[in-house]
């Protein structure tokens, strides 16, 4: 079973930033392609960023030029860099495996971290 434990969540105001991690369990982490996610409040969870195991990245497009994805492979950890917060990127961050084509979650959900974005 993995698991997946993300931290650095908290408040912010508009246009602040903050550093997102994600420490996660097994030893084949360098093969997956590595994703966050968010859920807001009455709303679905959408996927934001991934990078695969080469280093490519993807967006949503609500996020590029605002979030930075990326990992270190030998830490078993994945990172979101969030700059130029908004309001409407307030939601519970998760980390998660995506699946090929569907970027759906692989494994079972952590707790997540909180972001909220407010003045």
């Known amino acids: 079973q993995v698991q997946f434990v993300e931290s650095g969540g908290g408040l912010v105001q508009p246009g602040g930033s903050l550093r997102l991690s994600c420490a996660a369990s097994g030893s084949i982490f360098s093969i997956w392609t590595m994703a966050w996610y968010r859920q807001a409040p009455g709303k679905q969870r959408e996927l934001v960023a991934a990078?695969?195991?080469?280093?490519?990245?993807n967006y949503v497009d609500s996020v590029k030029g605002r979030f930075t994805i990326s990992r270190d492979n030998a830490k078993n950890t994945v990172y979101l860099q969030m700059n130029s917060l908004k309001p409407e990127d307030t939601a519970v961050y998760y980390c998660?495996?995506?699946?090929?084509?569907?970027?759906?979650?692989?494994?079972?959900w952590g707790q997540g971290t909180q972001v909220t974005v407010s003045s």
């Open positions: 990078i695969t195991s080469g280093g490519s990245t």
């Open positions: 998660n495996a995506a699946r090929p084509i569907t970027g759906t979650g692989r494994w079972d």
